[in-house]
């Protein structure tokens, strides 16, 4: 059974910067996907970033430029480094992860918080 576990959400002050990592395990093959989406309270889920295989990675237009999103195959993980972070960048952070059967999964999420 595939799992996803992100880490290293947490408090930061605005201008400032947090990387997350998401590792998958129960799973012998990479992933076509690789992603993150964001939920701030009171609105919907939505995309901050994304990377099929090795392609160019596509970015939400609200983090272009202060986000970037990484992926290691051999390890089956994401990263975001996220810089210059502003208090609108405030919510839970997801991993998403879709394989080549299209089969799509989902991390249980990382609070990132920031501070005016």
């Known amino acids: 059974q595939v799992q996803l576990v992100e880490s290293g959400g947490g408090l930061v002050q605005a201008g400032g910067s947090l990387r997350l990592s998401c590792a998958a395990s129960g799973s012998a093959f990479t992933f076509n996907l690789m992603g993150w989406y964001r939920q701030a309270p009171g609105k919907q889920r939505e995309l901050v970033a994304t990377m099929i295989r090795e392609r160019s990675p596509s970015y939400a237009d609200s983090v272009k430029g202060r986000f970037t999103i990484s992926r290691d195959n051999g390890k089956n993980t994401v990263n975001l480094q996220m810089n210059s972070l502003k208090p609108e960048d405030t919510g839970v952070y997801y991993c998403?992860?879709?394989?080549?059967?299209?089969?799509?999964?989902w991390g249980k999420g990382t609070l990132v918080t920031v501070s005016s």
């Open positions: 998403k992860m879709i394989d080549y059967n299209y089969m799509d999964y």
